[in-house]
Structure formats: C-alpha cells, structure tokens
C-alpha cells in the first residue's frame, strides 16, 4: 500500500502579485465610480442606474481576474461599504436614504453575480 501523496507539477502562483495589485487599484476606481452613481441616483433620476454601473463593473472584475474575481469583489464590496458608511455625507431625507441603501445593496449583489459569471466566460472563452 502506497500512502505517498503524489504532487501536481503544476506551478502555483503566490495570491498577491503585481497583475492583482493592479486589479486592485481598477476596483477602488469602479467602487469610487459606483458609490458616486448612488449618490447621484436622486438628481439625476436614474434610479437602476447604479445597478448597470456595478454590473460592468463586476464583469470587469472577472474577466481581469477570472481565477481570482472573488477577491476583486470582497474588496469592492468592503470599499462600497467604507465609502458609503464612513467617507461619504449621509442622507437626511428618508426617501432619499431608501433610494441609496437600494442601489447600495443591489450593486453588492450584483458585484458578487457578476464577477463570478464574468470570471466564467473568460475562462470559456480562453479554453476555446
């Protein structure tokens, strides 16, 4: 009985290397350009609009990084929040509010969705 583990010979590559570290600045640029559009929703009457913003994003994301999206998308999420929460004035008016926590959460979930299916099709479309 042979109990040694045989090793795949294929190279590993480290998490954080300098294609990453440049992902990463293009993700606190969209972030910046999402948290903007949600707070714009109310002036200029687009109210999906921060969800097409956050969804070419995210697409962006993935097809940067198809192996490593879900990193891509933790940190813009994380940067959605920070920006939203602590850096940017909150809203006064409770329609106003419902209208940015709208676009807020949404662009979150999409940039989990999307990143992944743009991840996907990089992937396919670098197979073929």
Not at 91 to 107: D, N, V
Not at 111 to 122: D, N, Q, W
């Amino acid at each position: 009985m042979n109990l040694s583990h045989k090793s795949d010979n294929k190279s590993t590559t480290p998490l954080l290397d300098k294609h990453l570290l440049f992902s990463l600045i293009i993700t606190v640029f969209t972030s910046a350009v999402i948290l903007y559009v949600i707070k714009t929703t109310e002036r200029n009457h687009l109210l999906h609009l921060s969800y097409f913003v956050a969804s070419m994003a995210a697409s962006l994301l993935g097809v940067i990084e198809p192996r490593k999206g879900w990193l891509l998308a933790i940190a813009q999420v994380i940067l959605l929040l920070v920006g939203y929460y602590l850096i940017s004035p909150a809203a006064t008016e409770s329609g106003r509010i419902e209208i940015e926590h709208f676009g807020l959460y949404g662009a979150i979930i999409l940039t989990f969705i999307v990143s992944l299916l743009g991840g996907f099709v990089k992937r396919a479309l670098s197979k073929s």
